[in-house]
């Protein structure tokens, strides 16, 4: 049990800190190395749960894909040094953060928690989850929902990068 | 250095202790955190992928039920690391190196990850020790090659092999350390052991790639003969073991080979290969590896 404890607290500890660190460094480029903490400590924190192929996929898709893809932006564009300091903006911040924390936090507080002990061993997921998603009786036709809509939008991104005819601009 | 009497034998050994104690520097621009974090998170990702490895019955630190899956997702950190590097080093020829290591990460992993596909649809599973275990029939013979799926196992073989080369950046695909133009790439600024860690992770790389191809391919620890060994023999876990290593280190050879044959390719013919031929390749087989994993199936 104070494994778990220990693990919950390491992995919510990296992803906190590393979100504030991305929220709050001065320099994109840091920003987006804090992001790789925050996306391995919610990776642990579902592996914690016995999601295992949620975690794996957290890594695989956020970690080696999407943070690339930022990384690789962020270093085509020209430096502009470092942000300025958060000012009077982050009271402000902090003042609208603050109803839905205290929403949080009271909703936590009246939660009832099971007996974690009692949880079954945790096995594979992958099986389960690939009979939900493409199995006509679970949730085949919004998981196919979801796919036209991201093809969709490939087609859209695809359309709106790819370079105009040249105009013709004899007058 | 030179050393070594009888075929240069201790030249490896000298090497890495020459690596060991030579002197670690921080180049007065870098940034020290992101300098020092990388070839940790390079080094740390490469020995992860290990953890799968099926090397012979019994020997594997931990079957996972997602084994291949776990492996992609780790081997795709390491390009976080190149980057990390690059840009820590503060030096023009490193960020080069980055970007381009980060454009080639981001356009082989969908080929390499897609060539995987007809395996995992043929052995219906991730694990890596599952897939070996199915390959056991015909007196050790019964690889994926050798299936009846033959045909589909031979084409995506082939490009896994050329799809973990340019993960791994490996000639032709070295071009984020190209020594010609940009001195060492993204790792020019590292020194001693550090620069060792980078070195160590491309063969480690090397290996993790090649003992994948073997495990699903090329039947793992399976061998011609096994049946002749009595159930449960002793001798099995080390000639499976031997088996697997002989089929992973003749991969890596070839993957050497093939990087004193080729010479470097330009930045573009990387991209147009990997967009306009890897990928629609991967996605064909991985119709055809469906269909006909379908079609046998079927009542």
Known sequence: MTGEVLAFSLFSAMAVGGAGLALFHRSAIHSAFALLASFLGVAGLYLNLGADFLAVTQVLLYAGGILVLYLFGLMLVPPEGEAPRPGRRALALVLAAAPVAIFLIAFLARSSWGDPSRLPEPEGTVRGIGLALLTPDGWLVPFEYASILLLAALVGAVHLARRSAPKDDSP | ?299
């Open chain 2, 1 to 299: 250095m030179r050393t070594g009497g009888w075929h240069g034998w201790s030249q490896t050994l000298a090497d890495a202790i020459k690596l060991l104690t030579k002197e670690d520097i921080l180049p007065s621009g870098a940034d020290p955190v992101l300098f020092r974090l990388a070839p940790a998170l390079v080094m740390g990702s490469a020995l992860a992928m290990f953890a799968v490895l099926p090397f012979a019955p019994g020997i594997q630190f931990a079957d996972l039920d997602l084994g291949i899956y776990f492996l992609l997702a780790i081997a795709s950190l390491t390009t976080i690391g190149v980057i990390m590097a690059g840009w820590g080093s503060n030096n023009k020829w490193s960020l080069y190196g980055a970007m381009r290591g980060a454009a080639q990460a981001a356009s082989y992993e969908i080929p390499l990850a897609l060539s995987l596909i007809p395996p995992i649809l043929h052995f219906g599973t991730f694990s890596l020790l599952n897939a070996t275990e199915q390959q056991s029939g015909w007196g050790g013979m019964g690889w994926y090659v050798f299936s009846d799926a033959f045909w589909v196992a031979i084409p995506s073989f082939f490009l896994f092999l050329t799809a973990s080369l340019a993960e791994n950046r490996r000639a032709p695909f070295d071009l984020p350390e190209s020594e010609s133009e940009l001195v060492a790439g993204f790792h020019t600024e590292y020194s001693g052991l550090r620069f060792a860690f980078f070195f160590l992770e491309e063969y480690a790389a090397m290996f993790a790639t090649s003992a994948v191809a073997t495990a699903y391919w090329l039947g793992g620890w399976n061998f011609p003969g096994m049946t002749l060994l009595a159930e449960g023999s002793a001798w099995l876990p080390w000639l499976g073991a031997l088996a697997f290593l002989l089929k992973a280190m003749f991969l890596v050879c070839v993957m050497i080979w093939v990087r004193w044959t080729l010479p470097r390719l330009r930045i573009d013919q990387v991209m147009t290969l990997g967009w306009k031929y890897l990928t629609p390749l991967a996605l064909g087989l991985m119709v055809a590896a469906a269909g006909w994993e379908a079609w046998r199936a079927m009542p």
